[in-house]
């Protein structure tokens, strides 16, 4: 075995990698950081404030400070270099107007996507929304989030990438309990983000999750067989 893998439970051999996630001080983002650096993977965190990268560092990440709202793809594809997959979960926030779910929610991620095609990066997981919809009528700013994400997500399945939207329900900060319902359709629930955050480490290690938009809600199902299941039942 190479210095690069390790064996997993069950057996399973995981090759270890180089990820690079947008958003990297996010409450979904640190958790996952956490996760893949005990998981024994390379973990770099791109964050807009300077300010946070001592979070990250704790999470056992590389803060990168890099905006993504005002460099080019050039600037991303630099610090894309090398990786083996990338996470966009960054997100304009709750407390943002309509502008920002536009840039952010919508055009980071896909500057991130052409980022990663310019990189040659090819596994994109991304961290979109249950209800997600480009038609999405409403003029509350809640509705441009959802339409903001859906438009990100059809760009994003036109891309010749390997990758994987997960569309959380509700997120809550509740502790995770490592049982989910994780589907092409769960309807509508919530889900810790700690189990999301979970869900996310076992996507980017099942690469035959490439090509799926699942949901994620709380459900019955340990994740590692949830992600299996999924893969299996394409």
Known sequence: ???????????????????????????????????????????AGVIRKPEQADDLRAAGAEPVVLDLESTSVDGVAAVLA??????????????????????????????????????G?????????????????????????LRAKGAADVDIRSRALDWTILRPGSLTNDAGTGLVNLAESTGHGPVPRDDVAAVLAELLETPSTAGLTLELISGTVPVADAVRNAATDR
């Open 121 to 145: 990066v090819r596994r994109y997981v991304v961290v979109s929304s249950m209800g997600a919809d480009p038609n999405r009528e409403g003029d509350e700013v809640f509705d441009v989030y």
């Open 82 to 119: 090398g990786a083996d997959a990338l996470v966009f979960a960054a997100g304009a926030g709750g407390s943002s107007g309509a502008e920002r779910k536009d840039t952010v929610d919508r055009g980071a991620a896909v500057l991130f996507a052409d980022a990663a095609e310019r990189a």
């Open 1 to 43: 075995m190479s210095a690069r893998e390790r064996e997993r439970l069950g057996g399973r051999t995981v090759v270890s990698m180089r990820i690079v996630i947008a958003g990297g001080h996010g409450q979904i983002a640190l958790r996952l950081e956490r996760l893949l650096a005990a998981r024994g993977h390379e973990v």
